[in-house]
Nanobody, 122 residues
């Protein structure tokens, strides 16, 4: 199995940058597609980005494309989300998750972290 722990969420001002990290335990990390999702208060969880097991292909939600970058370091069993030009509408709890398929659907992700809060003020 895979255990995931997110970190890096903070209160920042609009226009700032943050890098979220997701540290994984387990010996099969490099075989999983890794995704980032977020859930704003009062809203459903939504897809943000994901990356294939070897890091060769990525996909993003239109709301973050061009501002966010997902990456992974399989040697360190860690996936990252670099967030630039943050906007108040990016405020949410951000979750990392692991899937055995390349999908945008949260139902396809078997393992989930606990989430880290990102708050962007105006």
């Amino acid at each position: 199995q895979v255990q995931l722990v997110e970190s890096g969420g903070e209160l920042v001002q609009a226009g700032a940058s943050l890098r979220l990290s997701c540290a994984a335990s387990g010996r099969t990390f490099s075989s999983y597609t890794m995704g980032w999702f977020r859930q704003a208060s009062g809203k459903e969880r939504e897809f943000v980005a994901h990356i294939t097991p070897s890091g060769g292909f990525t996909a993003y939600d239109a709301a973050v494309k061009g501002r966010f970058t997902i990456s992974r370091d399989n040697a360190r069993s860690t996936v990252y989300l670099q967030m630039n030009s943050l906007k108040p509408e990016d405020t949410a709890v951000y979750y990392c998750a692991a899937s055995q398929i390349f999908t945008r659907s949260d139902n396809g992700y078997r393992y989930w972290g606990q989430g880290t809060q990102v708050t962007v003020s105006s």
